[in-house]
Every structure is written in structure tokens, then in C-alpha cells.
């Protein structure tokens, strides 16, 4: 029986439409095989057409329904991952709603957890033959001993259909993978990261413990029929095989619970850079909080004043620690992050790596702080602290991993034997203010000399640093660094209702804001804009609008003015198109055409008559000055030249744009 307090595991179910009567039958199981066990079982529905039924169905079963937003296609990555996210259980049983349980079998498997909290449990699957459905099972009852004795044993290459895990270890791996949708790899995925995290998997195939899968027709043989479902199992096979990060859904995931264990812990703090001022402090934050990695935490030591409210954000005595992430760094007040450093670090990682470094681009100043030098990577030997991120449970002491202790971090981590990877461009700026007499005695750090002995003494030799420029650190970080003004770009689907209270303030100057709505009224998209000097603020709201699942560009004023004469709302309502209307993998081109105060009934007549239209659409753009009426009209292939047809035909009356997207730039346009 499902238990009313707090239960020590939750049994987390995918399930769209597979069948009231299955589900049933399957958590009846789950209850007896827990019996005695705090338990809970969730049915996580991703999408059903009658939630109403379904729900009706999980009171009679004793279980909870959580409805799922979904984004339209079957994951059973985003379902399980909801699921979780609803549950209460430490310990976490993912099962489908087509398995029967033998009496005690899920029992043992909390007690193989409970015993090794660093393993993945699964029971052996044995399949019923065809024929034998539900019905079968309903009419016959739970025969234990006839479907051992009927029941094939399920090949050991997938995951079987069960997977049990701590909450902890589930959290490190960051969940199933949110980019696998429609059918198949999620849980053998799953289980290759976990190893190569270090975590070992624990076939039970004990006698009286058991597993069985009902019989129903194929759903993979029905994915397989369709076009699009075979690309996306193609995609979840590469997935599988090409990425070998274990940590997933780094950047924006949709299905996560919020907050989770952090993915990196940094440490801001150690030596700073000469002349480093409270605003450079502040500007080092602002990237940090900025980046596309959003699971952190940043502690702060208690003499660093940081007048920033963020959760994210630890105050601590000792700047070493303790440490929750799976990763940890340095950051030096002074720098500055490119948005997307974290990220690109992380998705580096390779099985056996425990350092990953990319370089940094150093900026001299003068005691005015102005600029001395362009910006230029690194020419020590080995990457500085600041540069790398580390594997945190390599880490014997948390305290090596401050700056001043860099050289005893590296001999601990190539005690280990872990690899070291250098990325081949700067991911980190940093200013240094030199006096006028320094200018001619600037030598190589000696941390970095240090870091390269201490190497040499533990017989690993450092790696080569690949050959190459520095590659663009980010418009945050420029923008910061340079003191210029900052834009954060927010696209708020119709799918994301937001609240009045979640909505910027209307008489604050920072905001604009404009609405794509249909000629019913119906707002299809909202377009929000922030511009100020305020990098932390900057960052700040790009964070809470990711969080909320809106798109989220930065810009800094100079790219932002750059575009100020180009048709900004029709290069709003293509991004909406696209998204809805264009063909993944294949160009577009698109006439936008505004019509306001103007009879639009010929021009729309024309472009129907056009054999190269494929979409027409009618929108409005409202902003503050007043509404904007457009048709749009699609080519197929991205033909430009027919685009340009079309509109020379048109009154000159009209203001017409011609934009092009491609699969290597969309959703970014190109206006000409």
C-alpha cells in the first residue's frame, strides 16, 4: 500500500495512452512486490488525450498522477525525468506500465540499493509470449509459476525495463536524456553514463525474483513506420554512441527538478588580479551567473562583499569548501566568462579525463585602465587554475583546489592517473593593471611554472596546448570588460503563459515589449527586450527567463544598434514561423510584408497565386507605439530569387523584406 508520509522509494511511470488496463495491473503488482515498503508510484503522463480517465484510474490504484506539459512528440527521457522531478523517494524506480512484478522482487531491489548506493539495480526481464495481453492476464490472474515456465529471457544488451537508482547518483548523472524522444536508448544510455561516472550495474536474477513483460504489438515496430520517428530513433543512437559526457541536459533542461544538486561549485576568491576593483568583482559574478550552465553554486568567502540575492550564491568561511558539485573551479574577481565556457568545458569530458582546461586571454592595462595590449591567450606551459575545471570527487581536500594550492591539485589529480584536456581557444578573459615601470618586466607565471614541476615530479607529463587564435568570448563578457551597454533578447512562446507578476515592469525604461497576435487577438508570441549598463542585472533576468523555458539572446549595444535599421518585427514573426512552419534540415526564404493602414485582400491574393508560396500568414506586431499588420509568404528551398520576384511585382507603397534562414544559422537571419 502507497504510503501517506514520506516514502523511502518512488516508482516513477512513463505513460501516454498505452492502456488503462495494463497500467493496472502493473502498479497492482509494484504495491504487492513493495509490500512493507514506504513506497509511492507516480504516473508521470506525457501527454494523454484523457487525463481525466487516467486520473480516475490512479485513485483506484492507490497511485499519483502528474500531468506533464510536453512538447508534442512521445519522451519517455522527459517523462521519467517529470516524474522524479513530482517524487518524494530517495530511492528511484523507473519502470514502464507494461511490467508485472514478482511478490518481495522490488523489495530486494531496495535493499541492494540501500546496501550499495553507488549502483544501478536492474531485475531481468523475461518476456511473455505473443498472445499472452492483458486480457490474458486479467482473466488468468497473477500465475506466477506458469509465466516463469512460459516466459522468455529478455537479451542483456538493453536495460530490461526496470532501472533502480539513488536520488543522489540520478541527480549527478542529471537524469535521462532530454534530447531522446519517440522510441528507444534512454535507459541503456542511461546505464553507459553511470559506469562511466564509476558507478557499477547490478543485474539481480535471484530465484522468485522476477520481471515480466506483457505482450502487446510493437511499439517500435509502429515508430519505425513513420519518417520522422526512424530519424529520431536514428538521432537517439548517436546520441548514445557519440556522446560520452555522463552529466546531461547541462543547458536549459525542461524536466529537471529546480533546484538540484549542483553541476559545478566555483570558487571565487584567491589572489586577485592587480588593481581589481568591487566592480570587477561584480562584472566576474554577472558572467558566472550568466552562463548557459545554470546548475551552480558560487561561494563566496565571508570577506568578499556580494550584494547580490541569489540562491545560487553561498557565503562561507572557508572559500575551500564543502563542495556539491560534480565539478569545481576557480574564479578570480577580475575575470571574465564567456556565456558558454562552462558548457563547452563539460561537454568535452571523456571517460578517465579529470582536468579540463581551455586557455586564457589576457588584456594589459595601464594605471588610467586603459588597454595596453589586445587581447592575448596564454603562453604558459600548463593552463592556470582559473582555466580548469576539475572532477571534484578526485579531490582528496577541497582545499587544493584554491588558486595558491593549484601545484598540489595537479599532483593529486595525476596521482590517479586521470587525462587532462585542453580545449584550443580562451574561454576566460582577464584585465591586469601594471605600473608604468612593470611594462618591460612582464614574466610568465609562476603558478603555471609550478603547476608544470609538480607534473614532471608526479611523472605525467603536461599536455600539449593546441595551436590556435582565441575565439570569441561572448557578448556579455565584452560587453562588461569594455563597460558598454548589454541587451537581453527573451522570446516567450504562446505555449509559456506567464503570469501578470512574472511580466516586466511597464514603466520601467529598461523593457520593451512587443506581441505577435493573430487577427482574433490570439498572442502567438511575446518579445521582450532589456538594454542597460548593469551586467549583473543582465544576466540575472537572461537566467529567470531560461528558467521559465523562454529563448534567451545577449547582445551587447553595438550589435544591438548595428540592427536598428533592419526590419526587427518581421525578423520576430519569421523566428515564429520557422519554428512552426519550416522544414528541419532544409533552407527557407520568406517575403514579410507590412500592410498596415492598407488594404492587404490583393496582396494576399497575390501571394496565393505565387506556385512558390508554400505557407501564407496574416500576423500582428503590437508594441508601444501602436500595431503593425504583416503577411508572410514562404518559398520552398529557400528560393531568394523567386522571394524577389514576387515582391517587385508588389505597390512600391509597401514595405517589404526579404529574409533568409538556413539549417547552419536559423533561427539567426540574414535580411538583404
Request: charged share 25%.
Amino acid at each position: 500500500m502507497i504510503t501517506t508520509t514520506s516514502p523511502q522509494v518512488s516508482v516513477v511511470i512513463g505513460f501516454k495512452d498505452w492502456g488503462l488496463e495494463r497500467l493496472e495491473l502493473s502498479v497492482r503488482s509494484i504495491h504487492d512486490s513493495l509490500a512493507g515498503v514506504p513506497h509511492e508510484v507516480v504516473i508521470s503522463d506525457y501527454g494523454s488525450a484523457d487525463t481525466d480517465a487516467i486520473s480516475e484510474s490512479a485513485t483506484r490504484i492507490d497511485a499519483r498522477h502528474v500531468v506533464v506539459e510536453t512538447k508534442g512528440e512521445w519522451s519517455r527521457s522527459r517523462a521519467l525525468n517529470a516524474g522524479v522531478r513530482a517524487a518524494a523517494g530517495e530511492l528511484i524506480l523507473a519502470t514502464d506500465a507494461d511490467m508485472l512484478f514478482t511478490p518481495g522482487a522490488l523489495s530486494r531491489v531496495v535493499e541492494q540499493l540501500d546496501r550499495h548506493p553507488q549502483e544501478i539495480v536492474i531485475l531481468q526481464c523475461r518476456d511473455l509470449p505473443t498472445g499472452y495481453s492483458h486480457e490474458v492476464v486479467r482473466r488468468e490472474g497473477f500465475d506466477w509459476e506458469l509465466f516463469e515456465s512460459i516466459g522468455q529471457i529478455r537479451p542483456r544488451w538493453g536495460m530490461g525495463g526496470l532501472v533502480g537508482v539513488r536520488r543522489e547518483l540520478w541527480e549527478r548523472l542529471r537524469g535521462w536524456d532530454e534530447r531522446m524522444h519517440t522510441y528507444g536508448g534512454e535507459d541503456i544510455d542511461f546505464g553507459k553514463r553511470a559506469q562511466a561516472y564509476g558507478a557499477r550495474i547490478d543485474w539481480l536474477d535471484e530465484p522468485g525474483l522476477a520481471m515480466y513483460h506483457i505482450w502487446h504489438p510493437s511499439s517500435s515496430a509502429s515508430a519505425r513506420r513513420s519518417p520522422a520517428a526512424t530519424a529520431a530513433i536514428a538521432e537517439n543512437r548517436r546520441i548514445h554512441s557519440e556522446d560520452s559526457t555522463f552529466a546531461r541536459n547541462r543547458v536549459a533542461p525542461q524536466y529537471l527538478p529546480d533546484p538540484i544538486r549542483p553541476l559545478v561549485s566555483i570558487l571565487l576568491g584567491g589572489p586577485e588580479p592587480r588593481g581589481a576593483t568591487s566592480e570587477q568583482t561584480r562584472a566576474t559574478l554577472a558572467s558566472i551567473l550568466a552562463q548557459t550552465v545554470q546548475d551552480i553554486e558560487v561561494i563566496v568567502p565571508d570577506t568578499l562583499a556580494v550584494p547580490v540575492d541569489d540562491l545560487r550564491i553561498r557565503p562561507s568561511s572557508r572559500a575551500d569548501g564543502p563542495l556539491d558539485g560534480t565539478f569545481t573551479t576557480i574564479a578570480r574577481p577580475g575575470d571574465i566568462w564567456a556565456a558558454s565556457r562552462l558548457e563547452q568545458l563539460l561537454a568535452a569530458w571523456t571517460p578517465g579525463t579529470g582536468l579540463i582546461s581551455d586557455l586564457v586571454a589576457t588584456r594589459l592595462l595601464d594605471e588610467d585602465r586603459t588597454p595596453l595590449t589586445p587581447f592575448s591567450s596564454r603562453s604558459a606551459d600548463a593552463p592556470a587554475a582559473h582555466a580548469t575545471v576539475v572532477r571534484t570527487s578526485l579531490l582528496k581536500d577541497p582545499a587544493p583546489a584554491a588558486s595558491e594550492h593549484w601545484p598540489a591539485t595537479v599532483r593529486q589529480v595525476a596521482a590517479t592517473g586521470a587525462g587532462w584536456q585542453v580545449l584550443p581557444h580562451a574561454g576566460c578573459l582577464t584585465s591586469t593593471t601594471l605600473a608604468e615601470e612593470e611594462l618591460e618586466s612582464i614574466v610568465a607565471d609562476d603558478q603555471a611554472r609550478d603547476a608544470v614541476l609538480a607534473l614532471a615530479r608526479a611523472g605525467l607529463a603536461p599536455p600539449e596546448v593546441p595551436s590556435g587564435g582565441i575565439l570569441p568570448l561572448g557578448v556579455m563578457a565584452r560587453a562588461i570588460v569594455d563597460g558598454t551597454a548589454v541587451s537581453v533578447s527573451i522570446d516567450v512562446p504562446r505555449a509559456l503563459d506567464l503570469s501578470p507578476e512574472q511580466m516586466p515592469e511597464r514603466d520601467d525604461p529598461h523593457w520593451r515589449s512587443r506581441q505577435i497576435t493573430t487577427r482574433d487577438g490570439d498572442v502567438l508570441m511575446r518579445h521582450l527586450l532589456w538594454t542597460g549598463m548593469d551586467g549583473l542585472e543582465a544576466a540575472l533576468q537572461a537566467r529567470r527567463y531560461r528558467s521559465l523555458g523562454a529563448a534567451v539572446r545577449i547582445l551587447s549595444a553595438q550589435e544591438a544598434g548595428a540592427s536598428r535599421n533592419d526590419p526587427v518585427d518581421a525578423a520576430l514573426l519569421v523566428r515564429h514561423a520557422e519554428d512552426v512552419y519550416g522544414t528541419p534540415g532544409r533552407p527557407s526564404a520568406w517575403a514579410a510584408i507590412e500592410h498596415t493602414g492598407q488594404d492587404a485582400s490583393e496582396t494576399h491574393h497575390a501571394l496565393t497565386l505565387r506556385p512558390a508560396t508554400t505557407v501564407v500568414l496574416d500576423r500582428t506586431v503590437e508594441t508601444e507605439s501602436g500595431r503593425e499588420d504583416w503577411l508572410l509568404a514562404r518559398f520552398d528551398d529557400g528560393d531568394v530569387a523567386a522571394a524577389l520576384q514576387l515582391v517587385a511585382d508588389l505597390p512600391a507603397t509597401l514595405r517589404i523584406c526579404i529574409i533568409e534562414t538556413s539549417p547552419a544559422t536559423a533561427p539567426e537571419e540574414e535580411t538583404r
